[in-house]
C-alpha cells in the first residue's frame, strides 16, 4: 500500500498477512543441536548394548531375498534323495557304493570329490578295502569329513568323529561341524574346527582354497539360491546316466538330502534344508568372497553423526525430510552395493536407526513448536493472538499498551464471507502499519487489535495515532465492495501492573473513545472511578426496581397562555441507599446497554 498525496492505493492481497504474523521459525541453534545430542546418545547406547545384532542379520538376509543370485556352478552336488534310497533300499549303504561313486566321478574327470557321510566306524572287511581301494587309486583329491559332537544330551564331554584310519592316509580331512545361533538358524559357518588334536580347515574352507583360522566363523551368504546348485541324484549317477560335462573340471559333494536320514538344519531365510546344502552354500559364499567379515558400525555411525550435523541446519521440513531420506537410501544400498562388489559390506543398521532416531526428534520438536505457534496464533487473521501480547509484553518492559476497536465490526463482520474477512484484516493490518511503522500487532478479539511501547513521548504518540486514524477515512476496497472502517484507540500508560489488566484498561478507554466520538482516549483513575460506579449501579439496579428504590415523579406543566397546569411529565429517580440520589443520565444508559429498560418500563 502507498500514500500518494491524499488518496490510498490499495494493493493485492498478501496472505497471511505480512505485517506482525506468526511464522513457523527455522530450527534454532538449540533444537538442532539436542537433535544432534539426542542421535548421539543413540549411537552410544546401541555400542554399548549391542542390540542391533539381529536387526543388521536381519537386514542381511533381506538383501539376499529381494536381490538372490545363481550359484557359480563349480562345485556340483550328488545327493543321496529319496530316490537313491528308493533304488537301494537301505541306509546305510554298503561302501562299495560310495566307492563306485569315487571311481565314476573320477572317470568323468572331476577336480575334487568331498563327502557329507560319517565314516568314523568299521563296516564289513570287504566293503572297506573297497573303499579304501578307491580312495587309493583316485586322481581327484577325495575329502573325508571329520566332527564333533556331545557325548550326550546335555553332556559337557565331546566325541570326535574321525575316519577310520584305513582311510585317513588316502584322503584330505576337512571338519563339517556347524553351530546354530542362539535362535536355532544356522546363519554362520566356521573357517575350521580341532578335531583329533588336530586344527583342521572347513570342507567350505578347503572346497574354496581359503584359509581361516580355527574358532572364526563367517557368514554364510543367503542371496545365493539353493535352487541354482547343480544337483546329480546318486542313483543316477551309480546307474551310468550322468554326462561328463556335468561334472568335469568340477568339485562334487556328496551327500544325503532325503528326509529319512534327518541331517537338517533351520536357515534363517531358506528355511529347513539339508546340511550337506548349508556345506556348499557356505563354500559358494567363500567362492564369490563375500565371506570377508563385514566393516563394523563405528564407521557408519561416525560418519552418519556427521551428515546430521552439517544438515541440522537446513529449514524447511519437506527439504531436512527429502535429505534423510537420501541418506537413509544410501546407507541401506550401500552393503548391497559392496557386496555386488565382492567387497567386505559395512554394518548400517545401528546408523539407520540413529537417523530414524533423530528424525523423529527433530519432527517432535517441530511439531510442538508448531502447535506453540499455533497456540499463539488468531486462526482468522493469521496475527499474534492475546495470549502471544501477553508473553511479548513479559518478555519487555512495557510502559504503554493502545488497544484499537474498530466502530461497528460486527456489522462489517456479518456481510463478509471467510475470504473477504481476511482481506479485510489484511488492509486494516496494512494502514495500521503505514500510519506505525515497526510496530508488531496482536489481535485480542473480533475487531479488536493492540501493541505495546516501552516509552514514548505522549504528544508524539498521540500525534501518530491521530495521523493513523486519518488513514482510515478513506474507505477499504474489498474486491468490488467498499467498507470504512473506524478505528477507536484507547491508551493505558503505567508501570507496576500486569500486561492484562493494562490489555483491560486500555480498552475500556477505547469504548470511552468510541462512546465520546474521539478517535483515542486515555485510562486514567477518574475512568476507572466512573467505571467501578458503574459496575456497582449494574449491580444494585435489579434490586433497586424490586424494592422501589426507583420512582416516577410527575412535573406539573403549565400553559402561559391559558395560564392553568396543562398536563404532567413523568421523571424517573432513584434514590441509593449509600450513594444518595442518582440522576437519570448516571443509570438510563446503563439500563439501556444491558437491556434491562423494557423491566424499567413495567415497573413503573
Not at 567350505?204 to 583360522?213: D, E
Not at 526428534?361 to 506453540?372: G, I, K, P, S
Request: aromatic share 6%; proline share 6%.
Amino acid at each position: 500500500m502507498q500514500v500518494i498525496g491524499a488518496s490510498i492505493v490499495e494493493r493485492s492481497p498478501r496472505l497471511p498477512l505480512a505485517s506482525g504474523r506468526v511464522e513457523e521459525r527455522p530450527l534454532s541453534v538449540g533444537r538442532w543441536f539436542s537433535g544432534l545430542v539426542f542421535a548421539a546418545l543413540v549411537a552410544a547406547l546401541l555400542l554399548a548394548i549391542s542390540v542391533t545384532g539381529g536387526l543388521e542379520e536381519r537386514w542381511r538376509q533381506s538383501r539376499g531375498e529381494f536381490f538372490p543370485h545363481a550359484a557359480s556352478g563349480k562345485i556340483v552336488l550328488v545327493e543321496i534323495d529319496a530316490k537313491s534310497l528308493a533304488a537301494f533300499g537301505q541306509w546305510p549303504w554298503p561302501r562299495r557304493l560310495h566307492a563306485a561313486m569315487i571311481d565314476r566321478l573320477d572317470q568323468l574327470g572331476s577336480t575334487a570329490i568331498a563327502f557329507d557321510i560319517d565314516f568314523s566306524a568299521h563296516s564289513n572287511p570287504s566293503d572297506d578295502a573297497a573303499l579304501g581301494a578307491a580312495l587309493g587309486r583316485a586322481k581327484a583329491s577325495v575329502i573325508l569329513p571329520t566332527f564333533r559332537q556331545p557325548s550326550s544330551t546335555g553332556s559337557a564331554d565331546f566325541t570326535e568323529n574321525l575316519p577310520i584310519k584305513a582311510f585317513r592316509g588316502q584322503a584330505l580331512l576337512a571338519s563339517v561341524n556347524v553351530i546354530p545361533d542362539s535362535n536355532g538358524h544356522l546363519a554362520r559357518y566356521p573357517y575350521g574346527v580341532v578335531t583329533g588334536g588336530v586344527a583342521r580347515p572347513s570342507l567350505a574352507a578347503m572346497l574354496a582354497n581359503v584359509p581361516g583360522r580355527v574358532g572364526d566363523s563367517f557368514r554364510i551368504d543367503t542371496s545365493v539360491d539353493p535352487a541354482t546348485l547343480p544337483r546329480i541324484s546318486a542313483a543316477d549317477l551309480l546307474a551310468g546316466r550322468v554326462d561328463a560335462q556335468q561334472v568335469r573340471g568340477k568339485q562334487v559333494v556328496i551327500g544325503g538330502t532325503a528326509i529319512e536320514l534327518g541331517d537338517r538344519y533351520a536357515t534363517p531365510q531358506y528355511g529347513v534344508i539339508p546340511g550337506v546344502i548349508i556345506q556348499v552354500l557356505a563354500a559358494e559364499t567363500l567362492l564369490r568372497g563375500s565371506g570377508a567379515p563385514p566393516v563394523g558400525p563405528l564407521a557408519a555411525l561416525v560418519l552418519t553423526l556427521a551428515f546430521i550435523a552439517l544438515s541440522g541446519r537446513i529449514t524447511g521440513p519437506a527439504l531436512q525430510t527429502l535429505t534423510r531420506g537420501i541418506w537413509l537410501s544410501a546407507l541401506a544400498t550401500t552393503p548391497l552395493i559392496l557386496e555386488w562388489l565382492n567387497l567386505p559390506s559395512v554394518e548400517v543398521v545401528p546408523a539407520m536407526i540413529i537417523v530414524g532416531a533423530e528424525w523423529i526428534w527433530t519432527a517432535t520438536r517441530r511439531f510442538a513448536a508448531r502447535l506453540q505457534a499455533e497456540r499463539l496464533m488468531d486462526a482468522p487473521t493469521g496475527m499474534p493472538n492475546a495470549q502471544a501480547f501477553a508473553r511479548h509484553n513479559a518478555e519487555k518492559p512495557t510502559v504503554l499498551v493502545i488497544v484499537v476497536r474498530f466502530m461497528w465490526f460486527e456489522e462489517i463482520d456479518a456481510q463478509l464471507d471467510d475470504a473477504t474477512r481476511a482481506l479485510w484484516a489484511q488492509r486494516t493490518l496494512d494502514r495500521l502499519a503505514l500510519g506505525l511503522p515497526e510496530q508488531s500487532f496482536h489481535v485480542l478479539g473480533p475487531g479488536i487489535m493492540a501493541w505495546s511501547e516501552p516509552d514514548a513521548d505522549p504528544a508524539a504518540l498521540i500525534a501518530r495515532i491521530e495521523s493513523t486514524s486519518a488513514l482510515f477515512r478513506v474507505p477499504l476496497q474489498l474486491g468490488e465492495r467498499a467498507v470504512l472502517a473506524t478505528p477507536n484507540f484507547g491508551i493505558c500508560a503505567g508501570e507496576g501492573r500486569s500486561s492484562r489488566q493494562l490489555v483491560a484498561q486500555a480498552t475500556l478507554a477505547a469504548r470511552h473513545s468510541q462512546e465520546s466520538g474521539r478517535c483515542w482516549s486515555i485510562h486514567s483513575a477518574k475512568s476507572s472511578d466512573e467505571a467501578q460506579r458503574a459496575l456497582t449501579l449494574l449491580a444494585d439496579i435489579d434490586g433497586a426496581i424490586s424494592d422501589g428504590h426507583i420512582q416516577v415523579h410527575y412535573q406539573p406543566k403549565w400553559s402561559i397562555v391559558d395560564n392553568r397546569i396543562c398536563g404532567a411529565e413523568a421523571l424517573v429517580r432513584w434514590k441509593h441507599p449509600i450513594l444518595g440520589p442518582i440522576a437519570p443520565d448516571n443509570f438510563i444508559p446503563l439500563l439501556e446497554n444491558s437491556g434491562n429498560m423494557a423491566r424499567l418500563t413495567l415497573a413503573i
